[in-house]
T-cell receptor, first 114, second 114 residues
Framework: NAGVTQTPKFQVLKTGQSMTLQCAQDMNHEYMSWYRQDPGMGLRLIHYSVGAGITDQGEVPNGYNVSRSTTEDFPLRLLSAAPSQTSVYFC?????????????FGAGSRLTVL | EDQVTQSPEALRLQEGESSSLNCSYTVSGLRGLFWYRQDPGKGPEFLFTLYSAGEEKEKERLKATLTKKESFLHITAPKPEDSATYLCAVQPSPYLSNTGKLIFGQGTTLQVKP
């Protein structure tokens, strides 16, 4: 049972480039979400999904795009990377978001934008 | 505005020296309060969920407690392997915000020296 798998673990981009961070879970979880973690600011919600075909914005959605075509996958797209998007990104999923939303996190993807 | 504040930011203890980490929160209706542990370079790992004031949960050397305004993570006789960042998060009531969104604090980094 792999849990939540994120790729790549590390990525360096130049300003203006685009890329996709991949997230896959094998636990049949309904709920999936993307957070970014910055020093002194805690984890902040970017986008989330309560099921296939359903996505919504979180606290800091600007510059990011998501889609959820399957239950298992929830990719995060950076449309035109900016230095302010340098961060560590975590994908997280849970079985039942409408109850106590106990999240299972991936190992993270560290992104640097030059 | 819903928010979570953790203190102290960093804590250094000698092995065996018990202490407590604080999580103060303001939320418009509480569905649950969560504690996570995060090791360097890894994703957060779930520890506890607390639902109502007066509730306590224990796991090995850790005990989490909850009041109407704050939660404490008590560490009894810590060992070096307890060194990590401890994150607190709250989930607003689903009757007010049915998104499963968690609001995280900035974390407390604990270092236990042998």
């Amino acid at each position: 049972n792999a849990g939540v798998t994120q790729t790549p673990k590390f990525q360096v981009l130049k300003t203006g480039q685009s890329m996709t961070l991949q997230c896959a879970q094998d636990m049949n979880h309904e709920y999936m979400s993307w957070y970014r973690q910055d020093p002194g600011m805690g984890l902040r919600l970017i986008h989330y999904s309560v099921g296939a075909g359903i996505t919504d914005q979180g606290e800091v959605p600007n510059g990011y795009n998501v889609s959820r075509s399957t239950t298992e996958d929830f990719p995060l797209r950076l449309l035109s990377a900016a230095p302010s998007q340098t961060s560590v990104y975590f994908c997280a999923s849970s079985y039942s978001w409408s109850g106590a939303n106990v999240l299972t996190f991936g190992a993270g993807s560290r992104l640097t934008v030059l | 505005e819903d928010q979570v504040t953790q203190s102290p930011e960093a804590l250094r203890l000698q092995e065996g020296e018990s202490s407590s980490l604080n999580c103060s929160y303001t939320v418009s209706g509480l569905r649950g309060l969560f504690w996570y542990r995060q090791d360097p370079g890894k994703g957060p790992e779930f520890l506890f969920t607390l639902y109502s004031a007066g509730e306590e949960k224990e796991k090995e050397r850790l005990k989490a407690t909850l009041t109407k305004k704050e939660s404490f993570l008590h560490i009894t006789a810590p060992k070096p392997e307890d060194s990590a960042t401890y994150l607190c998060a709250v989930q607003p009531s689903p009757y007010l915000s049915n998104t499963g969104k968690l609001i995280f604090g900035q974390g407390t980094t604990l270092q236990v020296k042998p």
